[in-house]
Structure formats: structure tokens, C-alpha cells
């Protein structure tokens, strides 16, 4: 600290980082974006282990072996499924309660802000059958969940046959500790958030629903199955929750541990594990599995039904069943023993699942990154925001010196930025019916295209507000906002990254470069088009092509943009269905934080 | 009959200890076998002649109760009468017979009036079972009505505690303050004596106690027989923790010797309830029997026993099931408002145990049945998510068609949950339901959990939520569980209510019965007590990361030394212009310059 109370090496300290700013930056840049890639490489990764006790050292043996039964079920299941057209809830209620479950069931309706083109709905109407099995001589303070979707059409009807076969091989075991709900949702997550609120009954999203009528206590852990063909060759694990919120990494360590033990293919984002880490391969290979997990992490969105128990604190994973590599089958009855072996070790949780990791990147499924490796990557690049704050020019007093600027030549822009903003945010949902009766579009192109119209908008409406109250733009001016813009960029990423840091890296990536070297002084034409280009729509855009290159699904622009029309759709209708924050905090904060730079590009 | 001869021997000898009579019965037994019919006789002659000799009594009995799910629900009571009035008299009592002394110890010794303690593993499912004769909650309970001559009932409390605590091998000495209410109006003394003052009553659960044959044993050694002949050969830990439902308990109480009332006894009742499951002890058949349940069966009663009897309860039969063997013996009784028939079975009879020597019950169902909808019935659960606030729903279900019937709820909720008592809402039928009575004591940090009870009116066939809000606090460090992170249990609310009889509400003449019987409704019968307990809560509080205080020290202290002290170095340190020093050369010249009196260069 010498260093600082010296007020000649402080000088010198001062000095170099004016005179060697930009490189600095540059270097931090590079350095952050080596460090993230670095990361996939496996020996800088830790390999996974079980750090909960309750669930290592006591292996369990697994006895089910009605994989026929599961089959028959699926079977009925399906029959009685095409029967009533939907969830066949008596014939539902009749088999759970035949297995000595205590059956309730859940009605819901849902209208969606505009219709989901995706999956074709608009009124959801539907019903949820869940049973509960109680365990002997346990006062009904625990629970274990596991779910199947009722999904239209062939897929997960296995699903739904194994767990209601699970169940019933559960219900003759006398070892449980926990309650046990099995629970079969319609219209995959609107059902599941329709559960999931009525059990904690609350409201959050506007969800009609019955109250629920039986409940087991606090729910400790939830375990997801999507079967989606009727031939399994590999099972593949989902983290991703919404928010990007993740479970503890001991439920993919359990997960692993069981596929080990009874050797079945297991992966992680499709991919499989490769042993060749150092060729190239090896390492592309991991690479791209993980920057899978950090886009499907951004988006925000839930990947599958357990998302959304992720909120209430419980510790949630799919387990979705794919018939993606020949050579390999795997009946059901090895799928059933898999989830007896994860349902028994938690139900041997003395705790809560809390020993392991809540943040964390998976480049495979038997090695781990966590935060303390990831985070650097994105300190590095919060750190250029901050040197910036500093760059030659600007002097730091401007904004106390009365004769500087006003105030209201910063705060107008910055009103405006996010009125802009605000607009963003409401408008498309709420002026949709406006839209559909003048424009010859559906409700779900209305709302999107009205997104982008305003986000386009944007770009027009804000670059010369300033003048509007005093006048001429100030060289003290621009320069006042960029602080105030580079700190409310610096605090805006920070703390996204903290709680997704996928999203918080992926923006950081693209927003940091041109906004820390973004001054009026700038050839307008170049740096306009630079600055849109890694503007967030564009960042968005980005991560749709990357994705389908990643998931091998490579699209054409045309698909690409359909796409991301479709992405855009999603994202808004995620907030309003489930409360994904990621289109709230792109609209009202990332976009006029964006904008407020465009506005120091048009300065004059 | 067989009552009327007297074994002389016996009766002769005035004091007689269990001991001996432990020895005389090996005797019997042994000559059970040479020549049975007459043995036996004598066997139960010897409890009899005793007992009428020094008044006091021993009975035992067990119920068993088919259920509708295809569960079984068995009850056993062991009731020991003891001829003793210690309260009133003032008076040493050394002398024990029937009653165990170590229970009767602590009656005079803290002066307890009435003493009630459960020991309970697993949850009385209402909607599946219907009402159990003797409910319970999940985990420990006591509650003791102390003697209103007793200064320092909290004392007393503390050391009762922790001398029961050895008793039964339970943790009932984590029983202290924070969790120990003093009820207004739920709980009534059941034996003699009309006690109001609750400043003499307490009340305390532990809901987190786990029950297990470490319980069990000390529990059976408390009955005369121990476990060594007549119902209690049953109570078999292997089979009975191997089971739905699990409950024991103790209740002592003073009650009448006669009908007169000219003279107290305390009464012992010792309880154990048990329900084996369908599928988990039944291998998914209907069919029970005493081995099955219990993997032993009934050869003889218990020799002191005064009765000793098996009830079945065949009200369902022939419908729903057979029993085998049949005995001509029934009794009809009114139990929980509901008219019920029993088959008896009475193990002081020889004739009960047939050719083999044994009594195996079987029960084989037929058919399956609806059962009628418990008439009060009540859950729990917490609603809410995240970490800082909560919300407390108790739904309570009236299923009468057409009574409404008031309900006593107490609810004692730990002091780390802080209520916010003005969210207390009480709805039914969507309708705020203003409560008659209520009483609220709220909590002290640390030294005593919220009591509420509130007397509520349940409209006829309807749902009543209550609900209130709560904030979660933030512990002391220390003061967390070793499992923080499983959570904190709240105790089960109670709810105490007189519920209109079925047997009342049956007004529809479906039955056959005579019409001049069933105008105008039996009055005793109208309603009856029951208690129903909700489920306790898990409920998990703000917890720190304990598996990071070595980082989080080193991290603070390092933040404390290189923050703080740069900062308090900055801002208390006062900066001056230095001198710059004079090169060597100079200096030395300075030296030279000094000693001979010349100005010094600068």
C-alpha cells in the first residue's frame, strides 16, 4: 500500500496506465478470451467427484426388472392417450392408485400473451396426475420427485410406462425415507409451473390453477425423464434450468456415477466424452461442448422440465432419453435401474444437496469448471470497462466542476436511452392486436416484428437528443456520459455474471470492445456499422448460427433469421410464462446501456 | 367358575413381589406342560386372587381394526391400576405391586398430576385410516399437568424432562424453554380434578425425535408381564418397526376406584399403535393374521391380567371380509361417534386357544369398500419460496354435510420463524371466519416459541384455511443444527374439536333399525373429542456455507489487514514536503564546515 500513500509512485502508477491504456485493454481483451477457451482444455480442469457423503461411499444395488411391464404400460399409456386426446387422467388415477399410490390431480389453464407457433398453442388447458407414495413411518417433511411428460404424439410414453412400473416397484420396498411424488404433466412446462405453484402456492406468472390437494413436505430433489423414441441408445443429461440457474454438480455427479456403474452411454449435450484430450480433436471437441452449456446457459431459458423446481430451491436434472448412436440399445429395463439407483441414494440426503458446486461449466461430463477458474475470464474483461473509466482526457473532476455540463445534458440521454428501452419491453406484447388488424401478419410475427421495429427505431430516435435542452453538444459532455456509461456497463455485466455468467461473458464479448473505444471523434460511417453489428440483437443472431453449427445443424441465413424471429418469440413468451428475466434485462437495461453509446457516436 | 378357587399359597403371603411372582409362574409353566387344562386355570387364578387382594388391577387388550386401503391397524392398551392416593395423604409410598416403580417415583417426586407422553415414527394418515383411537403426532410429545401446590413448575418441568429422558431412552431432555408452551385451552386434564390454571400445565414436542426399539424396550418393561407372556409375547421389534405407522405412549391420570368416587387410583394406560402396510408387510394380499403381522401368536394371557382380551372390529363383516376363527362373542360399542361391532376374543378363557394351543387370527378381505370421509380432518404445509420470507397454511376440513361445529387449534411455532401475527387470516368458503377466541403469546428470541390457539367455527362442509406470514431469522452461528442445511421442524398444530357422531348424523333410515329408536338423536352420543395433528413442517433457514470458514477467515483477515490498514494509514497519516537528502560529498563537507564554524551549504 506504499504504493498508493506515496504520491510519486501513485503519479507514476497513474502514468503508465494512461500512457499504456489501450494496449492494456487489448491485452486484457485477448487474455480473457485465451483464458476462456483455455478452459475446455482438460488439464486445466478438475476431474468431478462426489463431495456429498450420504450418497458416495454407500453404494446401493439395484434390483428393478419390469422393463416388459414399463413396456406394456407405455403401451396402455398410449392407447388411452389417443382415446381422450390428451392426458388421460382416470385411466392415470386408476393405475396409480392400483399401485397403492395416493392419487391427486391438478387442473390448469393458461392463455398465453400471443399464440406459441412453435408448439402450436395459444389457450392451454390441462391436467396434472400426480402420485404420491408415502414412506413408512416417515412424518412427511421430505419428498422426492420424479416426472414424465404427457407429450402429444408417440414420444415419452415410455417415459411414463417406467415410472409408473418404477412406482410400483418403489411401493413394495420398505427403505424409503422420503416421500416420493410421481408426477405425469401435461403441456410440458406450463404444466409443470402450474404444479410447481400450486404446491408452493404462489402465483407468479398469472397461472389459473386448482390448489393442490395432497402434499409430502419440503421437496428435496427432482429428477426429469423424457424418453422421446421407443428405441434409447444413449441418455443424455440436462442442467440448464431457467435464469441459467444450474443444480448442484453431485446430481450430475450421481448421474454419472450410475452410467459408470451399470455402463451405459450417457452425455452431455449430445456429445459424447472423448479420452483424446490432447489432439486437436480432443480439445474442439470439449470446446464445443462447453460453449454449448454457456449458450444454452445465456439464453435462459429452462432445457427441460426440471427448470423450473431450480427457483424453489429444489435440485433438479433430466434425463432425456436419445436414439442418436447405433450399435447401442438399451432396454428400458436398465433406464429403470439407473433412476432406482439415483431415487435411493437421494433418499439417503441427511441434507439438502449443498456439499458440491452451484456454478459451473461442464466440458464433459466426467470433468468440471468452476467458478473460481471461469471467473477471471470474465474479470479480465469487466477490468477494460474500468481502465477505460480512466482513458487520456478524461479528467475525473469534470463532473463536480460547475462550469462543466449540467446535469440534464447527461441524464437526458439517458432518460431517453431507456424509455427506449421501456418501450421494447411493453409495447410489442401490448400492441399486437394493433398490429394484427393493420398489418396482414399473425399475433406471434406482430409481436416480434414490432420488437425489432422498435429496437430499430432506436437507433434513430436517441443520437441527438441532447440538444432538445441545452443546445450544443460539449466536448465536457460526451465525455461525462461515456463515464457514466462505461460504469453502468461495468456494473450491469458484473452483476449479470454473477448470477448467469454465460449470459454476463457472451454480452461482455461482444459489447466491451466497441463500447470502451467508442468516442465521436470516430469515422461515423464505420464505427456505426461496427457498432451495430455488435449491437445485443446482433449478439443474439450470433448465438443462433453458432448453435446450430455447434449441434451440427448448420442453417442458411434465411433459416437463421427465421430462427432468430423464433428465438426473439420464445424469449419474450418465456418471461411471461415462467419468469425468465433474460428479455427483461436485454430490453430495460443491456439495450439503453447500448444505446447510450450510440448516442456518444452521434455527439455533435 | 374357574375364578371362584384360590391358590393359598399365594394369597397367603401379604407382600407379594413381582419378583416372586415371576419365579412362581416358571413353575406353572413348567407344569403347564405335564398337565395343562388345570395349570392353566391356576395361572389365572394367581392374577386374579392378587389383584382383588390389593385393589389394584392390570387389563390388557388389543384392537384390531381392518382398514379400508387393506392396511391393519392393531392397538394394544395395558391399563395397571394402582390403589394409591399419595397426594392427598402426603404419605411415602415404597410399597409397589402392578405399577412400575420408576414411574411411580417420579409421580410423587414432582408432583405430577397427569402425565402424557407419545413417542410416535410415521404420520396417522386421516384420509386413508380414519381416526385412531389414541392420536399422536409425529415425534415426541409431553405434556404434564402439575400439582397445584408446586412453586416452581418450570423446574419441575426441567428435571421431569431429563428423568423421563432416561426413562424412555429419548432425547426429551432437548425439551427446555424455547419449546415448551403453556396451552389455555387445548389441553384439559382427562382424569379427576378440574385444573384450569394452565400455569400448571406444559406442553412440548419434538417433532425431529426419531423412534426406535431403544423405546421400545424400556416402554415394555414398564407393563407387569414384561414381554414375556399375554399380548405384550406381540410387541416384537423386528416386525412392528417394520410397519406404516408406529406409535407408543404412556398416560398417567388419577382416576375413580368405584363408582362412588370415595377413593382415587392412578391410572397407567400404556398404548401402542401400529398399522402394517398392504404392500410392504403384506406382500400385496389381503389377508392378515397375528403371525403375519406380529411373526408370533397368542398362547396365553398375561397371568396378572384381570381381562385379557382381542377385539376385531367386524363392522364391514361379512362384506368386506371373513375372521377365523369366529367366536360367538361380540360387543357393540360407540367408538369416535360410529357404531362398531367387535368380535371378542378372551384369552382367560382356555377354550380361546383350540386344539394347537395357540390363537392366530386371520382376516381374509373379500371385496373392497368406500370408506366414509373422516369428519375433521387437517393439513400443513409451507408456502412461499426463497429464503427470507414464508407463509404457514393449516387447512382444516370440515366433511359433516350439514353441522357446523367449532374447533380448537393451537399451533407453537419456534421463535426462528418470526410471525408477522397481522397477516393471521382465517378464511372459509372464501369468507373471512372471524375466530371466537384467541390467544397469542408471542415469541422471545431465544427463550420462548410463539403459542397461538384460536377457537374457529368450521361452516358445514367446507375447507378453512389459516394462514400466516413469517419471516425467517438468521442464527447465531453456533446455534445451528450440525445439519443446518436439512432444515428446522416446526411442531404439528392441534386441533382439538367436538365432532358431531355419525352415528347422530345418520338420519336417512337406510339401516335397519326400529323406528322409535332413531326420532329424536341419542343425546350422549351427539358428538365426541377427538384430536387430529397436522403434519410438522421442514423448514430450512438462511444457512452459511460452514464447509467455507477457513477461506471466509482468511479472506476477511486478509481484507481487514490490507483494506482497513492502508485506508486508517492514509487518512491518519499527515504528509509533509521531504528535505531532500544531501549527496555524501556535501554532507561530508557540512561535517568539516561545522567544526570550523562556517556557514553550512545547503
Redesign the interface.
Known sequence: ?GL??D?NRRKALTNLLTRLNAPICMVCYLAAIVWFMGLAFEPFTLRTYMSENAMGSTMVEERFSSGERALSLAKEFDAHKRKAGGMPVEWLVKAMQAR?L?VFTQSFSRKLPFPDENKERYMVRGTNVYGIL?A???????ALVITAPCSPGNSDNQAVGLLLALAQYF????FWAKDIIFLVNEHDLIGMQAWLEGY???NITGMEYSPLQG?A??IQAALSLELSSDVITSLDLILEGLNGQLPNLDLANLFYAFCQKLGVLCTIQGKLQRNDWDTAEGYTHAAQTMMLMVLKQACGRSWGDHGLFL???IEAASIRGINGFRHYKMDVATIGRLLEGMVRKLNNL???L??SYFFYLLPSLSRFVSIGYYMPAFGLLAVILLLRVSFPGLDHFTFFNPSGPGVLTVLTPVVISHLTGVALYLLPVHLQEMAVEHFPVSETEAVVLTAVAIYTAGLALPHNTQRLLSGEGTEQGWKVLKLTALLYLAVLLGCTALINFSLGFVLAVTLVPITASMTPHMPKALSALAMVLLSPAFTILYCVFIYQELIEAPVSVGEGWMLFLSVISQGILDHALYGSLVYPLLALFIYPCWLMFWNILFWS | MIQETHSDTIVASPVYTRYIYIKKKKRLVASHFCRLPLSVVELFKVGESFTAAARDQFQEELVIRPLHSGDIYASFQFRTLWDTDFLQERQKVSHYRLFPKSLGQVLSKFSVRELHISFT???W?T??WGQPFIPSP??AELWVWFHDTVSDVDGNWKELTNVLSGIFCASLNFIDLTNTVQPSASFKPLGLGNATDHRFLRYATL?REIVCTENLTPWKKLLPCGSKAGLSVLLKSEKL??????SQAVHIRPVCQDEQCTSKAWELRQTLNVVF????SGQ?KKEWSLFKMFSRTLTEACPLATSSKVYVDITDNPELFELSPATPLLSQAVVLGDRRTYSVFDLTRAEMFGQLRSLNLLLRWKGDSDMLRPLLHA?R???????QTG?I?TVIYNNHPYRAFPVLLMDSVPWYLQLYIHTLTVTSKSRDNKPSYIHYQPAKDRHRPHLLEMLIQLPPHSMTEVTVQFERALLKWTEYTP?????F?VGSSVVSALVPSMVAMNTNFTQDQPLFSSFVPVKEESSYFVRVYT??????LP?P?F?MPYNVICLTCTVVA?GY??FY??LT?T?QVDEPSLPLAKRLANLIRRIRGVPLLA
Do not use: C, K, W
Not at chain 2, 402396510?277 to 410392504?280: A, I, K, Q, S, V
Open positions: 500500500m498508493l500513500s504520491p397403492g395416493e408415502r413408512p413411518r416417515a412424518p412427511r417433511t421430505e411401493r413394495n420396498q420398505i408452493h402456492h404462489t402434499r413436505g419440503s427457483r424453489y430451491h441427511l441434507e439438502r449443498h456439499q | 415414527q410415521g404420520f394418515r384420509m386413508q409425529p415425534g417433532p418397526f417394520h410397519s406404516s405407522f408406529h402396510d398392504l404392500y410392504t400385496g393439513e404445509y409451507v408456502a412461499g419460496f426463497g429464503l407463509e397454511h445439519d443446518p442445511n436439512h432444515g421442524y403434519e410438522p413442517l421442514l423448514v430450512n444457512t456455507d464447509s490490507v490498514g492502508s494509514n492514509l497519516r504528509f
